[in-house]
Each structure stands twice: as C-alpha cells, then as structure tokens.
C-alpha cells in the first residue's frame, strides 16, 4: 500500500480494534464470531469504513458489546441508564475471579476521606504482584492520603446496558506512596498504563487490598448466562 492510500484510523476503527484487544482476540477470531473476512476486519480498523447496520450489529455482538459503543453515541452518557432486565440474579464473585475480571490494567475509581469529605477519584490502575498500582501528582490529595498509609476503596465495574447486566469489583486496604527508589523504578518498569489526565504524575502509589469482593448481576438470555438457567441458581462459563 502506497502511503497516499492510507488513512488514520477512524474513531470506529480504533474502539474496535482496542475492544479485540480488551477480549484478547484475533481478526480471525472477530472475523469469524461475525461472519466477515479477517481483510475486511483489518479494514475497518485501520482504514475509514461506513459499514452498514447489519454488519455493525454483527460485529457489536462478536465484541460483545454494542452498536452505540462501537460508534460512540455513549461516551459522553452517564452508565446505567438502562431499565433493569427481565428477571435479573445478582452473584457473588469470588475472589480469584474478581482479579480476573481486573485484568493487568484499566480505569477505575478510588474512594478516600479528604480534607473536604468524601472523594472519589478516577485512576488508571495497573495489577503488580497482587496490588493495585496507579500513579498521581506529588501535591495531589491522593498522594497526600496515600502518604499517611490511610484505608481507602478501590472500584472497577462493566456494565452491558444492552442486556441490563453487568459486574462490580470493590477492593480494601491501606494505601502508600512508595519512596524507594529501586522499589519506583521496579514498579515503572512494570507499568504500561500512563495516566489519562498526562504529564506530572509520576507519584507511584499502591493500595494492597486486605478484602477483595465482587457482585455480578445476570440477566436469563443474555450473553454469559447459560440456556434455561433462569431457576438453577448461579452458572458460570
């Protein structure tokens, strides 16, 4: 391809190819849960594509999410302002799951008492060595908190307003800056998650959690949740 032929990648092309990587699939693999071709997948993340509906659902259901997301009609939307689904079940994660569902990485909200109340902040976390990890600005009210070792709530969920379901991870326990220098350099070396909100945060701090819960609400019918398991209880798959 000729240099002139290419084009930066469009808003649609970008959610797409960072929700296959998020599910930790190939183009094959999208291409095939949609019934499309690996080139024409390739296509849409890396070119400027006007697919129609028809492919757009397709492709929203091989992602497992939705058109809206896709395309972006949503971003700017408060979640949760679905109706709650046909007969719901809420669950309880255990443990060893609820680091699943975290990954290694991503965008969650830390809760802390501040010098005016009650705060809840947005960090991008990172999972080291069973700790969450985040980076701040020296003279934020995250690190002053951190630097006193005081207790705060850590929170990431998912939520499909398509189905009305989704799940909900609370993580406990004290929260500390971290001073030593090999002990930041090592941390930073493991960190690929830079914070969204740029330069100037380079304070690491670490929440090691001393209770990790979780809650995941199903709907019957929806995608994750077993054919006719409306009445036997939690499934899992």
């Known amino acids: 391809m000729n240099t002139a032929d290419r084009h930066a990648p469009s808003d649609l092309g970008r959610r797409v190819e960072a929700r296959r990587a998020q599910l930790g699939l190939s183009r094959e693999d999208v291409a095939d849960r949609a019934g499309s071709t690996p080139g024409y997948i390739t296509y849409v993340e890396e070119q400027v594509p ?3 509906i028809e492919f ?5 259901n091989a992602l497992e999410t939705t058109v809206q997301d896709l395309t972006g009609s949503t971003a700017d939307l408060a979640p949760g302002g679905g109706r709650a689904g ?12 609820c680091w699943e569902l975290l990954d290694d990485h991503g965008v969650g909200r830390i809760a802390v008492e501040g010098r005016d109340g009650l705060m809840v ?3 991008n976390y990172q999972v080291v060595d069973g700790q969450i990890v985040f980076m701040t600005a020296a003279d934020s009210s995250l690190a002053r908190i951190a630097a006193s070792g005081a207790e705060v709530a850590f929170e990431e969920d998912r939520l499909d307003e398509a189905f009305s379901q ?12 971290v001073s030593d220098e090999t002990s930041v350099r090592s941390i930073k070396d493991a960190v690929h998650s830079e914070p969204w909100a740029g330069d100037g945060r380079d304070t690491v701090v670490t929440l090691s959690p001393r209770r990790v819960t979780g809650r995941r609400i199903r709907v019957p019918g929806a995608p994750g949740t077993a054919p006719g398991s409306a009445d036997q209880g939690p499934s899992r798959q």
């Open 121 to 123: 902040i947005p960090v």
């Open 166 to 177: 989704g799940w909900s991870v609370l993580l406990v326990g004290p929260a500390r800056t």
């Open 56 to 60: 757009l659902v397709r492709l929203a």
């Open 86 to 97: 046909y007969r719901p079940r809420m669950e309880e994660i255990d443990e060893a799951e």
């Open 50 to 52: 006007t697919p129609g």
